[in-house]
């Protein structure tokens, strides 16, 4: 790839992967709504609100790919949710259509089937049973990929994100945690393979105690190569072992599953 | 029922099921963003737009089940879809849950799975695949109505409407139709049934040439009674037989597959 | 058939069913733990404990076909349905293997699954969810005609009996009842069928609110041709409808999910 | 239609539909290897080895819809089954393809999938179980006409047929038959239908012991009226039941599944 | 835990896994109906009979977990079958729920399946299948447990152990066998979740020709080790290969499909 | 064994696999319908036509297993495919029938299913979609080779290969290549089962981006080594990726779904 655009890049999760792109293209456009800090030398920085439909347009122009990992990524209330993660993907795909194209790996989420048990394994075909509203608008966001797939032919790989972080964090990430270096292998499948389509993907490393099926996209190639299994004994001295009738030990999204309605102020 | 809210009452759709419903409540509160006309004596009306958080409140209160058919009901600008169709339902789920969690009826759409073809049969599982941004918020309100039922327990009937209308006007329409009569009577299982859950209807008639099963919401008891293809004759002399190769012959979304994405201006 | 035999026959059901199957045998044996009452010239009385193992072989001894009712058929303590459902069946099919093996209508029930919730649409292969000892006594007795039936060819219809009775006397009913006649017609499709395997048959009316799925059994030919809802009008009156959280509106299994495992004395 | 190929017309099947086609066609070019008897006003007689190629190239031309019942219909030796359903099927497809590509039913057999017991209820995709090298040889054109369909947009209507004739003669025709009304329904639906695509259609009518699931082509709109049923008094006079270890009640191809090899001379 | 409860200690399974338990609670209470031999000083023991329903309950009375590997074990005469695997397990649910609802891994057995093919790969809802009364006392078991679980919340693991032994001893058990380390580890994950539900797994090792799927249970963590497969040069050597019309070569359930209905004296 | 045959042995696959085979069997029967070349001493070479009824029976005769590899591998014109691949199947299973009924593992191709498209993931239970003449004929085969099964207990091995070759040699023969030695070790897998039945086996090395779920067969033990993946670098460099719209990189089947009917002389 020529130019690959990376959204969110100031967040965690971007920042985190931001520095593992370099490989990838030969110019990294990093992207954020806030100040992205020094920009190394293959990197390009654009400040962005994905709510400004010509701001988005000219930050796709020229990009041969994009990683799309801004806009809202925990519960937060309906009008932030509404101008970055419906009106903001909206912009994005419509900046998209406008400039070629380029295939799009879209952060999707696990709280799009979060009120699932966790003694339920699941296939990328389970029926959405989203655990809030930033679950909502992940469905949104599949949803209109799926659309752009079919009626103008834009493929994107739906990432359904567990834990994407250094270590696991918790009993319940023991399940859903993806290392940085398993997200980097996958990111590369995805770009790679002559024919994306638009995927389902759910996003954790090979942990023992994984929910999650993904063997509709073995045609990817990805063989996630981590575990949490051996951040066990870690997580177990740092905290209490969940009781069994706390959530976050029942559903797949965990705590996202008691989060209120955030009011408007 | 003492009151039974019916939005969108100045459609189309909402003009023909208005003067139906008079049997269903005591008071039938008619709602829509025009003027409703003249007003019967068991009905109030109240104009409201959706887009309003307060107004749908208040519009909500009293009401001990609703029947959502407000909104955007075609292909449309996404700035018009965003405030009728995301925000309005957001605000229309937010007013049920303050005021006592009503049954709701919400008018989701066949465009929420328009690109499947025509001779598929499908189940109230099959994967989402919406013909355009109509169809990607109805997905949007089914994973939001969802959502209410698994975290607060707020029922909805998720009724995709094929045609409903007094009677079918293309070929497509033979196998998507449904009559007024019909869509009554499911109303009144809607609201009868003990409990109701969140599921999926499929809202056409008995039609020799359907392409949805709904053996899933037996429970309901619903029989449709009327079948499309006593117009069939009138249909055939009407207008010519769609050609195989047009999408109103192919897809299940009919025309609305090739509808552009509209141009916000 | 030459010779019929009807276990239960002074019980509810039995007592229902044993005027109505004259035509379908030269004689019907009828036979229960209690008194027998009156016998009519095509029928011969047989008072028999399902426990007792030799009194259970001369009961079969003879026939050609058994209609089994016998045995508890509502929640009780463990050790008389220990006695009369899992002994005495042990016993009723060791009589039938040591007799030529007659065709077997075995009275299971819908108390096998009865923790479905009333809005799921079971098919004949879903796993087993007892509501009870009753319920798992029935389980017990699936398996163990299953299990004949493979190791020595031993047929049976494994009836899962909804509410059979005269008319349906609770909303749940609407869903569950069975007619006698309809119960009549499916024993005549049971007996007629040149072979008969080891299905699994609802049994239920042609009910608009029915929650199960015969079409596996299409090759007995059975119709049922009655239907409760014509009933629902009586039972409104008769009764408040149940409210949404009375297990009675939540599980298939109705009031027994609530029952609590009787003590012995 | 203007001109419609029945292949096979001088046949039992064939005989009996050619008679009842007059309405869908303009013209009705009947065809055999043998006489065909005389011929009515709206017909054309082409007498035509489907052994040969060229032939059968200038049957097909100038037709819009083609009927196949042509070829080998019971088990016999292998190289009369090759010439005529193997090479006599290519031929016609590579006919159809040079001629426009008009619309083929093609009758293939419940012997595609005759292994199958009768207690098994089956839907279009149960995996190919054929029961003698007739059957074979039907797996064969279905496959052959699924890949013209894929390859080159031929559509085909892979119509299995049971039991076809005037009335059932066996307990098995109880489950299979299918009265000639209904086919000619079936072909008129065929014909009509905007778009068919490549569909297996299972040819029985709407018997109520029947054993094969025509649910998926519900677009099709076809809805056989007859119900063996009727016949059923009639058979048990006339004959014995069969005996439950005769294949002839064990499977659904009957005694087709005991037929030998035929040897060549 | 603090006293984990092992039941069937001095049987076969029960001595070997005995030993290795000691990791896991402070005090293992290893109980019989026979003596149970030395006792360490991690242990007590505790001699009772199953069917003695308050023996069970003072047997289980302080336990925090469950093993129960207690009752009989291979085909054997009714009675006996019926005291021990149906009246004991009823006493030892029963306690259960007396005393704190302690989690139990339930040693259910592959004969609940036995009548399946080898050539058949199992998923956990494949319908039951058992080969004898003792197949069918442990699919009582499982009816039994999920019971307990829907109606009282108490948690099961319902194991269908394949061969548990120190290795295997045919060439059926190179499929079926689990090794005592492998069980070890599923004992830990089974008692270390969280939550558990009432799963089935299937208990045998990561052997190469394994017929059954335990992906549902990925939840647990569960990774088998051992494989059977280096066993199979001392099995060749040791004994001829199984002629293949030996039921020990085609069903699951091996040489117990061919065990005769054991006599009462 | 005594004597395996392989057939098509001076063929590409033939040729490679004809060396390894030496341990399998006593005497390796090597056939073809061209020069066999030098003989070992373990071989005995047999030039013979599988159009050839008597020859065939003579080829057969006194083999107990057969690796047929023999026919037209690749898309030809009708005549010759007919010839080798319907009738010289015909031929080897009735020599089969004839002599004894060894096993058979049958080369079939993934051409059998070409036109699904290479995101998506098969089992064995896929409808057939045959991608040219050639994968019509073995879908034939795999018929045939079922009712040889089902009617007289022939047992085949329905192997649909990838790709077996030295090594890939493009972007699809990454997903599709199966090295030698994974062929040679599933001919043992094959060849030792007590049981086999006749299966489908995907026959591909253990790829990672492979298409296709052996699990149905776990039975067998075949654990494939070999993973394509280590020469994509190789082919990275020898060749371009294909293009998203070049069907080597769409259908399953590669360049053969642009195959066109090849014509008769």
Redesign the interface.
Known sequence: MKRLLLTGAAGGLGSAMRGRLKGLAEIVRVSDIVDLGPVADHEEAVVCDLGD?SAVDRLVAGCDGIIHLGGISVEDK?SKI?NAN??GL?NLY?AA?ANGMPRILFASSNH?IG?Y?????LDH?A???????Y??SK??G???A??YF??FGQETALVRIGSCMEKPKS?RM??TWMSYDDFLSMIECVFRA????C?VIWGCSN?????W?N???????W?PRDNA?RFRGEIDEAMP????D?PI??YQGGPF?NDP?FP?D
């Not at 002559?194 to 389509?197: A, E, F, I, Q």
């Not at 072992?241 to 069994?244: I, T, Y």
């Open positions: 439909h309906f509404m419906l009106l909206y419509e259509r799009t009120f048990r966790q003694d339920e394994y075909e029926p959405l049973r989203p655990d809030g509203l679950g909502v469905c949104f599949e949803a209109l799926r659309m079919e009626k009993h023991l399940s002559p024919r994306l389509g995927p942990n023992d105690t994984r929910w099926d063997s509709h996209v073995s045609y990817l190639g063989h299994e072992k969940p009781r069994p706390d030990a029942i599953v309605i408007e």
